[in-house]
């Protein structure tokens, strides 16, 4: 049943840009056979997020020989979820699609997407069902961040989704409108809900150069979108306060009842150091999580913008 129709609509792709020069060719070759026959206008919005290679200026060739596509450059390096929003911003279709440029987002799957866009849903994500293509240790931290954020979150993420999905242009206002810095994308393609629904895709391997994500930028990736979307990890010290508040009565009831019983007791350094020290260590852990908290919070407090563009191509007059 198709409830409404894709004829005279306008397709957006979406492709965030680090570093991606050595794949832009075969990236082009395969987003125009993908979406010949559509039957929709097309237009490409790449973001250049401070690529230090090549990408700049391949993109900037691209725009002058093929008018659907278009060009943010961004100011400096800002990351892939800022470099996501600018192009969500400056994206005009009917229909947005955000994809990777390594083309591990396979183009070809973007027919089906626009087939259940057409019955009706807002939103359809593509679902990795092999990510074999990935290492071992990725699939495996991964694995365990989805289950911590979906344990957590009111909002959870479904499974093995990433930011490969078509969005309605409703759904796309609805993310414009959220204010945050900060930006889980996963986490608020999620929160916007809307109908959603899973296409499920065999993950490929790279086609050019390497990831620029690093253990350590992927667990600050973690943390960050953990902080946005569960207090959890504030909560959980009420609990582990109640808890030690109670061992400490009823260790104090043991001690005076052995008093009267036995008489006055030697006093142990040694339990007592460990006591000690363990309360400590469980106040450090906890000032450090609310840190994690407030440091979040004065960056969007500072209200800095998620991105900043140093040049605008192939928009028209009214860029
Ligand atoms: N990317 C970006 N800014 C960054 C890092 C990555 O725009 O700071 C882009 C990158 O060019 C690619 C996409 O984000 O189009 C996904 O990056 P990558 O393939 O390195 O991540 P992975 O697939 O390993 O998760
Ligand atoms: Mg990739």
Known sequence: MTVRARTGKTLSLVVPMHDEADGLALLFERLDSATTGLDVAVEIVCVDDGSRDGTLAALRDRAAADERVRVVA??????????????LDAARGDMVVP?????QDPPELIAEFLALWEQGYDVVYGVRT??????????QTASIFYRLFNGLSDYPIPDSAGDFRLMDRAVVEALKQLPERNRFMKGLFSWVGFRQAGVPYARPPRAAGGTSWSYR???RFALDGLTAFTTAPLRVWTGVG????????????????????????????ASLMVVILFAFAIQMIALGILGEYVGRMYQEVKQ??????RERIGFGEDA
């Open 74 to 87: 961004l100011s400096r390096n800002f990351g892939k979820e800022a470099a996501l929003t600018a192009g």
């Open 304 to 309: 800095r913008p998620t991105y900043l563009v």
């Open 217 to 219: 930028k992927l667990f």
């Open 130 to 139: 092999d990510r074999s293509s990935d290492s071992f240790t990725k699939r």
């Open 99 to 103: 994809l990777d440029a390594d083309l």
């Open 242 to 269: 109640v808890v030690s508040a109670l061992l400490a009565v009823i260790w104090a009831l043991v001690l005076i009842v052995r008093v009267l019983v036995v008489g006055r007791d030697v006093p142990g350094y």
